[in-house]
């Protein structure tokens, strides 16, 4: 059989933009002597607050969002459940949602977030209240609950990724919560986490949030407070103080020590003392070259014993950007597998070289046509492709040709 023969190097170029990245701290719920917020003042099960967060400047394309809180500061009650959610994510901004799930008092949260635009990065969440092994308790030990979570298909993940996660939503029920969330086994199409529940605390309700990336574009790491006793100043109980114990990581990968990088954290873990607020906090997180150093605290009359933070560090690869949303995406093979190109402002030029490989799966623009002919020069039996496609099998063609110009409606056709 043969197959098309195409130069594709400045189309590749044309199609791809090249990454970008935003990131910010939203701090505005927050304790209020008056008025008070929704969250703080009633004890309506579902009252929320909402907040619109703007990048500070538009992108491209719509970017993948990552949330991480980096304080939690709700009241002594239980049940005790809150559900941070992001929605309404475009080039401009992004919603989130802070959702009371019991009667109890909510103060607020501060809640880190990162925009990234590189198709080597994704994200997954998932929330669920099927969580027997943790939902009840009769002895006060350690259970730990088993999650799996299946990639898209869509995803271009060559190995096991490397991937971090943090608590958006919890609902507690009984007291001395101590709560932990971590990797287990991951490979290129799936991964499992692990729900890690102590003492006598139950959950109903998690909602986790992971950002997920090759190993050679993502590093991942954890932060943990252990307390040591009376000499730990977050077991201390001193109501008119803030108390913190500074940590630091150190990046031994080389690849993540060049620039340009970013980073991000946020709050995968905690164990309080029940009887008093739950208020942790982390301050001051910094990155200087291949050191990572975080304050993780509390304040007034909450005990903090145990805590955990997880950080990443993004590189982008030097060939790294995503295909732009008005140019169609072609690959090899079924599932959107194996080498790609693109089609975006200009007729494709054939048969000269640098393709000779078949076309099996594609991704078209909304509100576009794409048209597919087994002969050159736009003849013969074509086939109209007007949406995502992710396998055709077409033995019957000797030679496919695939064209397309946004500003030519020879070629593209607005339905």
């Not at 109903?204 to 991942?220: P, Q, S, W």
């Not at 803030?242 to 709050?267: H, S």
């Not at 200009?346 to 594609?362: A, L, Q, T, Y």
Request: with cysteine; hydrophobic share 35%; charged share 20%.
């Amino acid at each position: 059989m043969k197959y098309l023969v195409l130069s594709v190097c400045a189309l590749s170029v044309l199609g791809f933009i090249k990454p970008q990245y935003d990131s910010g701290i939203d701090q505005s719920l927050h304790w209020a002597q008056t008025p008070y917020h929704p969250l703080q003042q009633s004890v309506e099960v579902g009252r929320s607050f909402q907040t619109l967060v703007k990048f500070n400047k538009p992108f491209k394309s719509t970017p993948t969002v990552i949330l991480a809180p980096i304080k939690y500061d709700f009241g002594d009650t239980l049940p005790q459940g809150f559900d941070i959610q992001l929605s309404a994510v475009n080039t401009v901004g992004f919603t989130i949602t802070y959702v009371a799930l019991s009667p109890a008092t909510i103060f607020g949260f501060d809640v880190s977030w990162a925009a990234i635009l590189d198709s080597n990065i994704y994200t997954y969440e998932l929330q669920t209240n099927n969580l027997p092994v943790v939902k009840s308790n009769k002895e006060g030990n350690t259970r730990i609950q088993p999650l799996e979570v299946t990639f898209p298909e869509n995803w271009s993940l060559k190995t096991a990724p490397n991937v971090a996660i943090y608590i958006l939503g919890l609902k507690m029920v009984e007291p001395w919560p101590k709560i932990n969330v971590y990797m287990g086994v991951i490979t290129k199409t799936s991964a499992q986490f692990k729900v890690s529940v102590g003492q006598k605390g139950t959950i109903e309700f998690l909602r986790v949030n992971m950002i997920i990336g090759e190993k050679d574009t993502l590093l991942v790491g954890t932060i943990t407070h252990k307390t040591n006793g009376g000499n730990d100043p977050l077991n201390v109980v001193n109501p008119e103080s803030e108390r913190v114990k500074k940590y630091d990581d150190k990046i031994t990968d080389e690849v993540f020590l060049k620039t340009p990088r970013y980073t991000l954290y946020g709050i995968s873990g905690l164990y309080y003392n029940y009887g008093a607020f739950c208020r942790f906090l982390t301050k001051n997180y910094l990155l200087v070259k291949d050191k990572i150093s975080v304050e993780i605290g509390t304040w007034q009359n909450s005990q903090l014993l145990d805590g955990a933070i997880q950080w990443f560090v993004y590189v982008p690869k030097p060939d790294a950007g995503v295909t732009d949303p008005d140019c169609a995406q072609v690959w090899e093979s079924c599932n959107y597998q194996g080498d790609s190109f693109t089609v975006c402002d200009r007729k494709m030029s054939f048969p000269k070289d640098g393709w000779n490989k078949p076309v099996k799966s594609f991704k078209v623009p909304e509100g576009k046509v794409l048209k597919v002919y087994n002969e050159e020069n736009l003849k013969g039996l074509s086939i109209r492709i007007e949406k995502d496609l992710p396998c055709m099998e077409v033995p019957k063609f000797s030679f496919l040709q695939l064209v397309g110009s946004l500003g030519d409606d020879k070629f593209w056709e607005n339905d």
